[in-house]
């Protein structure tokens, strides 16, 4: 079974730009997760969709948002970019609620 | 919202010693999670625990919960190199949203 996988893998961008990161899930996974990880931080939860539902949202202003399509990819994406965005961007997919997740290898954006 | 609080931040011990890792969180949980990042293989999963769980095994790894204490422990034994990385737990709260700590770095000198 194929693995979670994340385009693009990197991603330089400029202050003020836009940019949208994708995730395909494991087949049959209905929920994904995003994930910040910075060195400081740690992992910060952005939001997790189920079923194209957004079903919980952390602590992230509004530039963050995402979407889940019928086919259970999900999309992530920041608006007008600042130099604190710069991270690695982690998806997970669960098979459903009270499971492990599996994750992909991450998006590294850079904000210069 | 940091749950999950590793302990220590830092581990350094050597190869074929017993690496133990404690986690402490907050509110009451569906269960608790364990995960390993390392550079080579990103974040896998290693071991998940459910709130009615005392006591998990998987190979040279063993994971302990105690709900009246709010705490759970990873023993690895017998570390190899390969198990050098960053070891965090996750705790699924009531709303099924996994709060991660900020991980203890393990390193396994040879």
């Known amino acids: 079974k194929a693995g979670v996988t994340q385009t693009p893998r990197y991603l330089i961008k400029t202050r003020g730009q836009q940019v949208t990161l994708s995730c395909s899930p494991i087949?049959?996974?209905?929920?994904v997760s995003w994930y910040q990880q910075t060195p400081g931080q740690g992992l910060q939860f952005l939001f997790e969709y189920f079923s194209e539902t957004q079903r919980n949202k952390g602590n992230f202003p509004g530039r963050f948002s995402g979407r889940q399509f019928s086919n259970s990819r999900s999309e992530m994406n920041v608006s007008t970019l600042e130099l604190g965005d710069s991270a690695l961007y982690l998806c997970?997919?669960?098979?459903?609620?009270?499971?492990?997740?599996?994750f992909g290898p991450g998006t590294r954006l850079t904000v210069t | 919202s940091q749950q999950g609080e590793e302990d220590p931040q830092a581990l350094s011990i050597q190869e074929g010693e017993n690496a133990t890792m404690n986690c402490s969180y907050k509110t009451s949980i569906n269960n608790l999670q364990w995960y390993r990042q390392n550079s080579g293989r990103g974040l896998v999963h290693l071991i998940l625990?459910?709130?009615n769980e005392r006591e998990k095994h998987s190979g040279r790894l063993r994971v302990t919960l105690d709900t009246s204490k709010k705490s759970s422990s990873l023993l690895i034994t017998a570390s190899r190199a390969a198990d050098t990385a960053s070891y965090f737990c996750a705790t699924d709260e009531s709303n099924y949203q996994l709060i991660w700590g900020a991980g203890t770095k393990l390193i396994i000198k040879p």
């Open positions: 997970a997919s669960r098979r459903g609620r009270e499971y492990e997740q599996y």
């Open positions: 087949s049959g996974h209905r929920s």
């Open positions: 625990i459910r709130s």
